[in-house]
């Protein structure tokens, strides 16, 4: 049992972190990640740095991001998961988190609009 508590622990983290690149990918210009090239890491790096005070290389950006082969169970250290979703409008990733599980619970508890 405890491991599919962490199964689900970890499948809940990638779907997380694919939100999380997502709204990075909007508030980047909406570009997706694959077409990425070495001018919108360091943009990115860049505009997190000045609105979190937080400085990620562009290697680590690429890891995070997906463009850098990592381990199956890579995890970034917390603060930089806080920075990412400081970057998107939250306070910190546990926030995130709680926005995200509320979401997703909105858009399937909300019926049907063809109500005549």
């Known amino acids: 049992m405890h491991s599919d508590f962490g199964n689900k622990e970890s499948q809940f983290f990638y779907e997380l972190s694919e939100y999380c690149v997502s709204e990075i990918e909007k508030k980047m210009g909406g570009k997706p990640v694959s077409e990425w090239r070495s001018a919108d890491y360091s943009s990115l790096s860049s505009r997190l740095g000045k609105q979190t005070k937080v400085y990620l290389s562009e290697n680590t950006l690429r890891r995070i991001l997906g463009k850098l082969q990592t381990s ?13 979703a400081q970057f998107i409008g939250h306070r910190n990733w546990n926030e995130l988190g709680i926005f995200y599980k509320l979401s997703k619970q909105r858009t399937e508890v909300i019926p049907s609009t063809n109500i005549r």
Not at 72 to 84: E, S, W
């Open 72 to 84: 199956k169970n890579y995890n970034p250290q917390q603060a930089t998961r806080d920075a990412l």
